[in-house]
Nanobody, 115 residues
Framework: VQLVESGGGLVQPGGSLRLSCAAS????????MSWYRQAPGKERKLVAV????????YYADSVKGRFTISRDNAKNTVYLQMNSLKPEDTAVYYC?????????WGQGTQVTVSS
């Protein structure tokens, strides 16, 4: 299993970024996918989830209405569109797949929201 995130960077408050996570080594369309984030000195927290078949979504309250998770099963990729970014969104963002009770993580991508 391999998960590779991309799309992070430095953005001003109010700006947007789209993160991507390219997955390989498993049947991507069969599993739900998640995004987590970890700010410096804090624990890793769940940001958004998308299910495998129906594509149902869940969001943490802190990002609801600003972030959108989506997936393209043909490309084995999950996305996180982040709008109206705030300084408190600054963190390393990780892609996650839980396969047979095992958590798999990408290497993370840094998102910094600052003027």
């Amino acid at each position: 299993v391999q998960l590779v995130e991309s799309g992070g960077g430095l953005v001003q408050p109010g700006g947007s970024l789209r993160l991507s996570c390219a997955a390989s080594g498993f049947t991507f369309s069969s599993y739900g996918m998640s995004w987590y984030r970890q700010a410096p000195g804090k624990e890793r927290k769940l940001v958004a989830v998308i299910t495998s078949v129906a594509g149902s979504t869940y969001y943490a309250d802190s990002v609801k209405g600003r972030f959108t998770i989506s997936r393209d099963n043909a490309k084995n990729t999950v996305y996180l569109q982040m709008n109206s970014l705030k300084p408190e969104d600054t963190a390393v963002y990780y892609c996650n797949a839980k396969i047979r009770r095992i958590d798999y993580w990408g290497q993370g991508t840094q998102v910094t929201v600052s003027s």
